[in-house]
């Protein structure tokens, strides 16, 4: 006979998994150990790209909300070195650049600012006072806390609201406290969550534009004006606000759009991510050795069970895909660990600081793609091995 | 002594023609090694250590090629075939068992068993099934869901005995499978051996034991690689033997 009907048998896809899971039953502890390796390198770029991702979505929906058609002009300095200050008519000329929807301004008010009047003159708390007009608020998207914002009695009253951080320095709690500004006792009425297009705010007491005029020697000229205009003519205006609120000295008006400081923390983000993402590169690289070095370490230990294969007519090639097998098996397990607890650490770590968790479906695929990638290659040089070992040599080890 | 096989010869099991097998460093294993095992046999393959009756059970189980002269098994000539095809026939018509047993600890024996046919392209239930005839055959029904460490060693020979005789083979080879036993378990499996060969399976044992090579229809002695001696016993189990 000539032998061709002796073709071998292939086995069954569940035949494979189950002669490859064989290896991994009978040595749990060593399992768990080198696909720990495995998981900790897929975790790491999970839970990164997660972070990364959920931060950055989080980022975009604030500026979504918060809107990035804002324009702010601040008074800077004349090409002499002395302080500028603009018209008092700079908001009307605002409004009337065509596309501009909405202009607001806040000015500096030369008023120390004092918890009470015993505070000796010399310590003030690190506050400064703003004049501030009444459609402030809403055009920064800001949100009161505490109290109530500035309204049209108020603004010609010796009453405050307090930026967020202002309200923490002067250890104030509640409204209806009141602080001195100068030698006047001024009325706390509100308190403001932080506004994050324009966390300067945060650290100052604002007061009315009529009442700073009134109380303290104010001369009724902003220094900061803020402009909204539609989305789409934010450069125009950004070309024109300087010349239109100073036109001898443009140059001394710096304008700048308060949500590019939100897209660049976007943008610095990504460089710290590529870090990491390198560095769980590094740590799955090592997880991958490991897990080569327990196949090597499997084929040394299990000689005799190979040559107790081929004895009951195992091909070398089955002996090879066994091998294969239990490293993707192995590197597999790891690798799904890694993601799942990447993902938990992602989600974890949104909650706690508020955001959406974002996974992106890539970050979990790429992880499996990298995990099957390491466990054909960590798996394929004992795999070879194993199969070139001859039936009686391999039976006969001891 | 040496007397001729018997008048009635079926067709070959194992026929082995001028089979040697040398190693480099001039080592000779086998040296012209004649042999013919006939369907239904029951013989010893006997001698003592380094005799070359190893590198014979590894030959007649196509473990190992021999370096000249030509190898027939279940009628295929050993030098002919690849490595997987060797790998199919000793699937399909090869069963062995060895000294050390090599059972999967932790597995039970009937998934030991079934491991006789995982390479014969049989299906999980179908091996598991065939797994507990077989265990019953050598008298294990009862013990198909011990893994091997709460077997004694008897029992594991026998359980190594179900997994080689699953796949219905056409020739059995037992390399010293007392050789780790005590003389009771030894005992029985000799006598599980004979059962077998009665119900017509053919059967190669491989030992250093004259004791149980006596107890066998025919007695191949091996000395230095060669055959000193094939010898058949005129007695009553020659003729179960065929």
């Known amino acids: ?398 | 002594m040496t007397l001729p096989p018997p008048a009635d010869s079926s067709p070959p099991v194992v026929e082995l023609r001028d089979a040697a097998k040398s190693y480099p460093g001039g080592v000779h294993a086998l040296r012209g090694v004649n042999l013919t095992v006939a369907e239904g046999e029951l013989l010893a393959v006997v001698g003592p250590s380094g005799s070359g009756k190893s590198t014979m059970l590894n030959v007649m189980g196509t473990l190992d090629k021999p370096t000249t002269g030509t190898v027939k098994v279940a009628g295929y000539d050993v030098s002919a075939l690849s490595d997987s095809r060797l790998s199919a026939l000793r699937a399909r018509h090869i069963g062995f068992v060895f000294q050390q047993f090599h059972l999967a600890a932790g597995r039970d024996a009937v998934d030991n068993v079934a491991d006789g046919l995982l390479y014969a392209g049989v299906p999980l239930r179908e091996r598991r099934a065939r797994a507990r005839e077989a265990l019953a055959k050598v008298g294990l029904d009862h013990r198909g869901s011990h893994t091997p460490n709460e077997l004694s060693g008897g029992e594991k020979q026998r359980v190594a005995i179900a997994r080689a005789l699953v796949g219905e083979p056409r020739l059995l080879l037992a390399d010293e499978p007392t050789g780790a036993l005590d003389t009771a378990s030894g005992a029985i499996v000799m006598e599980l051996l004979h059962e077998l060969n009665a119900s017509g399976t053919t059967i190669c044992v491989i030992t250093h034991d004259n004791g149980i090579a006596d107890s066998l229809p025919r007695r191949v002695r091996f000395k230095d690689g060669e055959i000193v001696s094939d010898s058949y016993s005129v007695s009553p189990v020659e003729g179960a033997g065929r």
Request: charged letters at 20%; zero cysteines.
């Open chain 1, 1 to 398: 006979m000539s032998g061709n009907d002796l073709k071998p048998s292939r086995l069954s896809p569940r035949d494979i998994l189950r002669v490859g899971a064989v290896g991994l039953r009978a040595r749990r502890a060593r399992v768990v150990l080198s696909a720990l390796g495995i998981a900790i390198g897929i975790a790491t770029m999970v839970a990164v790209v997660g972070l990364s991702e959920s931060s950055r979505s989080d980022l975009m929906a604030r500026l979504d909300r918060l809107g990035t058609n804002l324009l702010t002009a601040e008074a800077g300095e004349d090409h002499l070195g002395n302080r500028i200050k603009f018209p008092k008519s700079a908001v009307a000329m605002v409004e009337r650049i065509g596309p501009v929807e909405h202009a607001t301004a806040t000015a500096n008010v030369d008023a120390r600012i004092r918890r009470s009047d015993v505070v000796p003159d010399e310590r003030t708390a690190g506050v400064t006072a703003q004049a501030a007009r009444l459609d402030l608020l809403s055009t920064l998207g800001g949100e009161v806390a505490k109290g109530v914002w500035l309204d049209p009695a108020g603004e010609r009253l010796p009453v405050t609201v307090l930026g967020s951080v202002a309200a923490d320095r002067l250890g104030i709690t509640r409204t209806g406290e009141t602080i001195m500004m100068d030698e006047t006792r001024v009325v706390v009425v509100g308190i403001l969550e932080p506004i994050e297009l324009f966390p300067t705010l945060d650290r100052t007491a604002m007061v009315g534009f009529p009442a700073a005029e009134r109380y303290f020697r104010f001369d009724g000229r902003p220094t900061t004006v803020f402009e909204r205009s539609t989305d789409a003519s934010v450069e125009e205006v950004r070309a024109v606000l300087g010349r239109t609120i100073s036109p001898g000295d443009p140059a001394g008006v710096s304008v700048s759009r308060p949500s590019d400081a939100l897209a660049a923390k976007a943008a610095t983000d990504k460089g710290l991510t590529a870090l990491m993402l390198g560095l769980g590169a590094v740590a799955l690289l090592v997880g991958g050795v490991g897990v080569a070095n327990t196949m090597v370490i499997s084929v040394l230990e299990r000689r005799r069970e190979i040559g107790l294969r081929r004895s009951l007519g195992a091909t070398r090639n089955a002996i090879r895909l066994q091998f294969l097998t239990e490293s993707l098996l192995l590197s597999g397990l790891g690798g799904t660990a890694g993601a799942l607890l990447g993902a938990a650490a992602t989600y974890a770590f949104a909650h706690f600081q508020g955001w959406t968790a974002v996974v992106p479906p890539w970050s979990l695929a790429g992880g499996l793609a990298a995990t099957l990638l390491i466990g054909v290659v960590a798996g394929l040089y004992p795999a070879i091995r194993a199969s070139r070992l001859h039936p009686t040599v391999a039976l006969n080890a001891t």
